[in-house]
């Protein structure tokens, strides 16, 4: 079975062609993708093409599926079918205010996979998925209730990562059948089968590009850091993360900013970026604190101070851990922000090997110390592998 998962972005389409074969093994066959798109639909001619050109998709028969990572719906999330079941475009259009960066260019991207490969189903896995059974009193804010019915919640996104990373731990752990639940926990109207008696206690930590911390008890999530929208939780790379919402209406008072102008400078000028000064991607702003830059050395300071602040209030919520896992670009290859986040917590039972933790960049391992409770693991992110699977799961479970 060959699965498409198309990462479409506001100006780029890329794409990883993933198959499965009958014993449940997946390979990538082919990767790849096109920055400044314009036209999703010659991305998508050019995509096919380049696959034709591999060998692996001679005709749209052989394609059996396109999974979509859907960020934000307005009143729909789970794994649906997007070239059956309108509601997907629609839910996306419904909360583009929200997610702008991402809603738009999915639903003009599906919409042209309709167009293209009739016949194809496409499946959309949203972000939020994961945080469907997340207790009702972490899901709230203390707002009117109009602005409830509007929509303000906390939704909670990176869904496909800290799924992997729920599947992946206890499998670590040895808690094959916790592996199993999350595995199934998508299936249509499921909620998630009963776990076994001893919990099992994970906190995951996805570091990149954008950041969130996730608690997840017996493989389903019990809340996250982001919230409304991406925006929220840590500092990302260049957006805000979590902020006073008395300090909008005060530099647009204060600094004359139009209210589109504010919200410029929270998503393009905010970040590792308005904290240090010097860039948005990590890389940039470690080397220049390296150098003795102040500001860039304050942006990791603030970053570590947030992730271990999230740490925390889940490290409450779970009552103990049993592991701590490191993903994505930030968490996968930055030991020394890594120690920094695990520092001065040996009485809370989590205790990191610098010998190990340096060693491990990129690659799956554990840095704990012997003498830690807790383990601390780093899974290297596999969204595009969740997208695969669940999206094969969705068209098997309909057809
Ligand atoms: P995204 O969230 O956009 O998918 P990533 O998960 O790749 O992005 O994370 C991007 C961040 O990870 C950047 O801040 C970058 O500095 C950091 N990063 C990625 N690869 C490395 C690396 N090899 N060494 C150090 N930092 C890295």
Redesign the pocket.
């Known amino acids: 079975m060959n699965i498409l998962v198309a990462n479409l972005g506001s100006t780029s389409f890329k794409f990883r062609l993933i198959r499965f074969d009958g014993a449940g093994g997946a390979s990538v066959l082919a990767k790849g993708g096109y920055e400044r798109v314009t036209d999703y639909g010659r991305a998508i001619d050019d995509c096919l093409g380049e696959l034709q050109a591999a060998g692996h998709v001679t005709t749209t028969a052989d394609l059996h599926g396109v999974g979509f990572k859907t960020v934000l719906g307005k009143n729909l999330t789970g794994c649906l079918r997007a070239d059956t079941d309108d509601r997907v475009i629609a839910a996306l259009d419904g909360f583009k205010e929200i997610a702008p960066a991402h809603n738009p260019p999915y639903a003009l991207g599906i919409a042209r996979f309709r167009e293209k490969l009739p016949g194809v189903p496409l499946v959309a896995l949203f972000e939020t998925a994961f945080y469907q059974w997340v207790p009702e009193a972490a899901t709230r804010y203390a707002v009117p209730q109009s602005w409830y019915d509007a929509g303000v919640r906390r939704y909670g996104f990176h869904g496909a990562s800290h799924k992997f990373v729920a599947e992946r731990s206890a499998e670590l752990l040895g808690r094959a059948d916790i592996a199993e639940r999350v595995r199934q926990l998508y299936r249509a109207g499921a909620t998630p089968v009963p776990a076994g008696a001893a919990p099992l206690r994970i906190i995951s930590c996805h570091?990149?590009?954008?950041s969130s911390v996730t608690g997840i008890r017996d493989g389903v999530a019990i809340g996250t850091s982001m919230g409304l929208s991406p925006q929220s939780g840590l500092p990302q790379?260049n957006r805000v993360g979590d902020l006073d919402s008395a300090a909008v209406p005060f530099v647009m008072k204060t600094l004359g900013l139009s209210l589109a102008e504010a919200e410029r400078q929270m998503t393009k000028e905010s970040g590792?970026l308005g904290l240090s000064g010097v860039g948005?991607?990590?890389?940039?702003v470690?080397a220049a604190a390296q150098q003795g830059n102040a500001r860039a050395q304050l942006a990791l300071d603030v970053f570590v101070q947030s992730a271990r602040h999230w740490i925390g209030a889940f490290l409450l919520e779970l009552n103990g851990l049993d592991a701590l896992v490191f993903t994505?670009?930030?968490g996968?290859?930055?030991p020394d922000l890594r120690a920094a986040i695990c520092a001065r917590l040996d009485q809370l039972g989590l205790v990191i090997d610098p010998a190990k933790n340096a060693a491990l960049?990129?690659t799956e391992g554990e840095i704990s110390a012997a003498n830690s409770r807790a383990k601390i693991f780093v899974i290297p992110?596999n969204e595009e592998l969740v997208v695969a699977r669940e999206t094969a799961r969705c068209i098997a479970a309909q057809s």
């Not at 570091?207 to 954008?210: E, M, R, T």
């Not at 948005?280 to 940039?284: C, E, K, Q, S, T």
């Open positions: 570091l990149g590009g954008s790379n590792l948005n991607d990590l890389r940039d470690r994505a670009g930030i996968e290859n930055n960049r990129g992110a």
